[in-house]
């Protein structure tokens, strides 16, 4: 617990805060996630041997909702990358960073964001995950959206969090339909009654509706479309969130429910399929970019269809390879983002046409950005070679789906390939473009943590074991039973390797004849229905949609309101009640009505009746007046006192408000309005009267529940301590609705006050 | 025998009010009605007030205040809301009716 | 006894009321209806003053001393506003 | 054209009526009244004035500006419900009991009744608040 609100805790009150006192103490900030990153090693050893570390803290006791904390293996993995990470992202950007004004500002989201995805990845209650989640959505809303002034930042930033954020919603959804099936919302729980979910009705609902939430997330590819646009932030963030930790929330939801919504067809079909869809898609499109950090972050795209396929099939080798990707993919595509953030800081440009030959000038980063691409693209000495094996292993499963995999895997692996080659050679390689800055080495803040991803992959390459007994516990996590991953660089010679060596030498053949791939896809590639254009038009369209709508409603005459209004209620409460309730006339009692009742009752029908045909708006007022008592006399025959004093207070009161807002009104024409209106307003007023007695006629005779009036009349005296039952509702037992009704009527009365003011003002009264 | 004299009380404040709005009816024209209306439905209207306030005394818990409040209220109220609404008759010009003999008010009427 | 004859002045009072009514409908000129109205808030108290004679309710008088009071500001109010068309002016010398 | 007779019958019922309206306040506990219908008299009687005499003079008369009664009558009805709160109870619980006052003798007050004197502020000031606009155009 500590562990997650303690960066939240420092980035949200002590950054600014110390900013005001001009302590620039950004200097140090690193020191957090370095603690952090430690004091979750620490927990280690009593990971390996099994046990899981759990704190929980009450929060909505009523809808059993608390804020609990759960570290296990698979938690444990993503708790350190993101905390590694971060903590490399944070000296990165400390020198990438220092020229700019608002550092501070940038140090306390980047610190937002760390503690709201280690939330995400600990917490073991589904509504204290999604509360993280959104967050980690609004932290990268403001990320991507830091240089605010920048047009295009901000279109990014807001299509990154619509998107995520409505994946997000149909998530929580899914959430609660679990929570309707397994009856709590702790995580524990539901692995543990795992079938009660698989063999419930709303099984597949709440599959594809958390599916939808994770594969917004993780850029899947329907909802890929703000991924390349997020790359509007600074280098680091992308560095940080939008390659190594953010993006693989949605993995982790994946992983995290697998045991619960895994292992059925729907799932293997689903999620494999979008998963090996958006590699072969995220890697051809990578191609085609020609601007450094858009390439890569088509490339993270299919490098997390990759993993979500292995999820989709989630046999046991498959779920190793999927947990170890996820760690090489995080080192290698860490390091990449920020060499390209080097070479922009240097050469100023990211457009790879601009840049060339810059091996000689930079040969430090040229060596970190070769291991990383090498790792990338899967070549046998460093960890990427592994996790593709792995891959190639799992895929290769029985039925129909044995050949079709395979095949689209080693499609899109030969594109990862053609494009990690792009990313090497391009930039470092061939001839040396002048800039009009000097390019020189990087500064060392720049380089050092790129260098330390760099090692990192080739430490995993080499001394797979090093990682294999974390990773074993997390895949046992994700699988539900015990498993022991065996990581090893040389496998043998077996089908993966073969496809590997396929994959190595159509990427070099092609390689070599890039621009005439590029022009295939050209041309394949359909124009029409982009999916940007998709979003933009669902960007525009709504509002334009909503401004027809109100545009029709809001005619300016309160006749129409009314007729929307009544018409509502007659459509959905009488129609419903016909409908659904079994009607039968129900006995009114009319013998217990005295005779003068029906003559109040006569006067009140006449009034009314007359009231239609008056023409003078006087005459309308004073029948008005007429119907009123005769209504407050019926509260007197029917013996409630206190409704007959408001009744008639406020009758009078209205008649002398008439008369004197009188002057103002205009005079009443004569209305011409063509008789289809006039229909239409009787049509509705008669119908609308119809449901209003039936539902009184209704309500009467058929008592669904029991009346609460008996609570009332017998501790009103008890606990309200008056007699007056009507008043010790009103002020004692519902106190808090009169509260609410006062503070309506205040408003009313200011806003009133203030239109007359400003109506009046307007008018130079004389 | 209290019994006798509320009865008697409410019958004839009733009678009052009765009469009162038949003379409402079918007078001719708004001055007279308001003779008619003001004065017997006041008187009416006290008489049964009276009897409730005789009723409640010997019946109730004692004589509540209310009724005389009312009565009083009654009393200072009918001749100022009949003299304002006469008032407002005779400048919005509403005729007296034919058989009306003498209008004094005429002379030393200044248009308001 | 009592019982009998406050049915009895009921329906008296009802028949009055449904000539105030009446008057108060058609009434050729505005303080015709005006003046129907007020009445007809006098009768309301009389109707309530029997009524709880007749249910020996004591606590019906409070809205008709509310009656009495409003009908009468009612009735000023009209009276005002069909003299000079509104009923607040700003300030007589 | 204001009568004479109008405006000397006004201010004695006006005390009429705000007695009244006390009474009934106070007694809204146990049988028909309380804040909203005491509210409404008072401006009932208020409106009176209005109507007897001009908005000037009534301004003059009572110098009491009807909107500040609304954000009074409020804090009166939240104050009343943080009150329990102090003590522990949830937001807006009310107690009663009974006190010996020498001269009235034996009262029976509750808590609630200050809830009930905002209300009735609060009422007061926007129905008078709403006709002073509209009407007196002060």
């Not at chain 1, 840049?355 to 046998?380: H, S």
């Not at chain 1, 470092?428 to 020189?440: A, Q, R, W």
């Not at chain 4, 009176?48 to 009572?62: I, P």
Request: glycine share 8%.
């Amino acid at each position: 617990m500590t562990i997650v609100i303690s960066p939240f805790v420092f980035g949200l009150i002590v950054l600014p805060f110390l900013h005001k006192i001009k302590l620039r103490f950004h200097k140090w900030v690193g020191i957090v996630p370095l603690v952090l990153f430690l004091t979750i090693l620490k927990y280690k050893s009593s990971i390996i041997n099994g046990n899981i570390v759990s704190e929980a803290y009450q929060w909505v006791p009523s809808f059993d909702v608390s804020l609990s904390f759960r570290l296990d293996g698979l938690s444990f993995i993503f708790a350190l990358i993101i905390t590694g990470i971060g903590f490399l992202v944070v000296i990165y950007s400390k020198k990438y960073m220092h020229s700019e004004s608002a550092i501070s500002r940038y140090f306390s989201y980047i610190l937002l964001f760390m503690s709201s995805m280690l939330g995400v990845v600990l917490s073991n209650n589904l509504i204290s995950l999604f509360v993280f989640w959104e967050l980690t959505s609004i932290s990268s809303y403001l990320l991507i959206g830091f240089w605010f002034y920048k047009e295009k930042s901000r279109y990014g930033a807001w299509k990154a969090l619509l998107i995520t954020a409505g994946g997000g919603l149909a998530m929580l959804a899914g959430f609660i339909l679990m929570y309707t099936v397994t009856g709590s919302f702790e995580i524990s729980q539901i692995l543990s009654q795992k079938e009660l979910i698989k063999s419930s009705p709303f099984y597949l609902t709440i599959l594809v509706l958390t599916l939808i939430g994770s594969f917004t997330k993780s850029a899947q590819f329907p909802f890929h479309v703000w991924l390349p646009d997020a790359m509007e932030a600074p280098t680091p963030v992308s560095a940080y969130l939008h390659s190594a930790t953010m993006v693989k929330a949605g993995i982790y939801l994946l992983a995290r429910l697998n045991p619960v919504l895994g292992g059925s067809s729907y799932w293997f079909y689903m999620v494999t399929f979008t998963g090996i869809l958006t590699m072969c898609y995220g890697s051809i499109m990578a191609i085609r970019q020609r601007d450094l950090k858009a390439l890569l972050a088509f490339s993270t795209i299919s490098q997390l269809g990759l993993i979500t396929s292995l999820l989709g099939v989630s046999t046991e080798t498959a779920v190793i390879g999927a947990v170890f990707h996820i760690i090489n993919h995080a080192a290698f595509k860490g390091s990449l983002f920020m060499v390209t953030g080097i070479i922009d800081h240097e050469a100023g440009t990211r457009n790879l046409d601009e840049l060339g030959g810059l091996g000689r000038k930079m040969p430090f980063t040229a060596v970190v950005a070769l291991i990383g691409a090498l790792a990338m693209a899967g070549i046998p000495p460093l960890n990427g070679f592994i996790s593709k094996e792995l891959f190639f292993e799992a895929v290769l499963v029985d039925g129909w789906a044995g050949y079709v995999l395979p095949a689209l895997a080693v499609f899109g692996s030969i594109f990862t390939f053609i494009y990690s080659m792009i990313f090497v050679i391009s930039p470092f390689l061939g001839t040396y473009k002048p800039k009009e800055k000097t390019v020189h080495e990087a500064p060392w803040g720049l380089l050092l943590s790129p260098m330390i991803l760099g090692v990192t992959n080739l430490a995993l390459g080499i001394y797979p074991k090093l990682v294999a007994d974390i990773i074993s516990k997390g895949a046992a996590n994700i699988l539900g039973k015990y498993v022991d991953a065996h990581l090893s660089l040389w496998h043998g010679f077996n089908v993966p390797l073969l496809m590997s060596l396929i994959v190595i030498s159509f990427g070099c053949l092609l390689f070599s004849r890039l621009n005439y791939v590029k022009h295939i896809i050209e041309k394949i590639q359909m124009k029409k229905i982009n999916l940007n254009k998709l979003y933009d038009l669902f960007q525009t369209g709504i509002p334009k949609f909503a401004g027809f709508i109100t545009e029709k409603q809001m005619t300016g005459f309160l006749r129409d309101y009314l007729v929307y209004i009544l018409s509502f209620v007659f459509l959905s409460v009488g129609l419903t009640s016909l409908f659904f309730m079994e009607l039968s006339i129900p006995n009114l009692n009319l013998e217990r009505i005295d005779v003068y009742e029906y003559v109040v009752a006569a006067i009140m029908v006449v009034s009314s009746i007359f009231l239609l045909f008056t023409r003078k708006r006087l005459i309308a007022i004073l029948i008005l007046g007429v119907i009123g008592y005769m209504v407050s006399l019926f509260f007197v025959l029917e013996k409630a006192p206190d409704l007959a004093l408001t009744q008639l207070i406020v009758e009078t009161i209205t008649l002398v408000l008439f008369l004197i807002a009188f002057p103002h009104l205009p005079e009443i024409t004569e209305e011409n309005s063509k008789r289809s209106t006039k229909i239409i307003n009787a049509a509705v007023s008669i119908l609308t009267g119809l449901t209003v007695t039936f539902l009184m006629v209704y309500s009467k005779a058929y008592k669904i529940y029991e009346s609460v009036s008996s609570y009332y009349i017998d501790n009103s005296l008890l606990l309200g301590g008056g007699k007056n039952i009507v008043n010790v509702i009103l002020v004692d037992f519902r106190g808090f609705d009169t509260m609410g009704e006062i503070t309506v009527l205040g408003i009313a009365a200011f806003s009133v006050y203030a239109l007359i003011k400003l109506r009046l003002g307007g008018r130079k009264y004389e | 025998m209290i019994e006798i004299l509320i009865s008697i009380l409410i019958l004839v404040g009733s009678l009052f009010v009765l009469v009162s709005s038949i003379g409402f009816l079918r007078f001719r024209d708004i001055y007279s009605r308001m003779h008619a209306v003001t004065k017997a439905t006041t008187a009416g209207v006290c008489l049964t007030l009276m009897a409730s306030l005789l009723y409640f005394s010997s019946h109730g818990n004692g004589i509540n205040g209310k009724t005389v409040v009312i009565i009083l209220f009654l009393f200072i109220t009918a001749p100022v809301g009949a003299h304002v609404i006469s008032k407002a008759a005779y400048f919005t010009g509403v005729p007296l009716c034919r058989e009306s003999v003498v209008d004094e008010f005429k002379e030393h009427i200044k248009k308001p | 006894m009592i019982q009998t004859v406050s049915t009895i002045s009921l329906v008296l009072l009802a028949i009055s009321l449904v000539f105030c009514a009446y008057r108060a409908i058609t009434g050729p000129t505005m303080p015709d209806r005006v003046i129907a109205v007020d009445t007809i808030g006098t009768i309301f108290i009389s109707i309530i003053g029997v009524f709880s004679i007749k249910l020996n309710q004591p606590h019906y008088f409070d809205s008709a001393l509310i009656i009495a009071i409003l009908s009468f500001s009612g009735t000023v109010a009209l009276g005002k506003f069909l003299i000079k068309g509104e009923c607040f002016d700003r300030d007589i010398d | 054209m204001n009568s004479l007779i109008l405006k000397t019958v006004a201010t004695p019922v006006l005390y009429l009526i705000v007695s009244f309206s006390v009474y009934v306040f106070f007694r809204g506990h146990n049988n028909p009244g309380g804040g909203f219908i005491a509210g409404l008299l008072t401006a009932g009687a208020f409106v009176l004035q209005y109507l007897s005499f001009d908005s000037k003079t009534v301004k003059s008369n009572f110098s009491l500006n009807w909107k500040k009664l609304i954000p009074v009558g409020l804090i009166l009805a939240l104050g009343s419900g943080l009150g329990g709160m102090i003590l522990g109870y949830p937001f807006l619980s009310h107690s009663f009991g009974c006190f010996y006052l020498p001269l009235i003798g034996e009262l029976e007050l509750a808590t609630a009744i200050i809830f009930d004197l905002g209300v009735y502020f609060v009422v007061l000031g926007t129905a008078l608040t709403i006709i002073s606009v509209i009407g007196g155009k002060d």
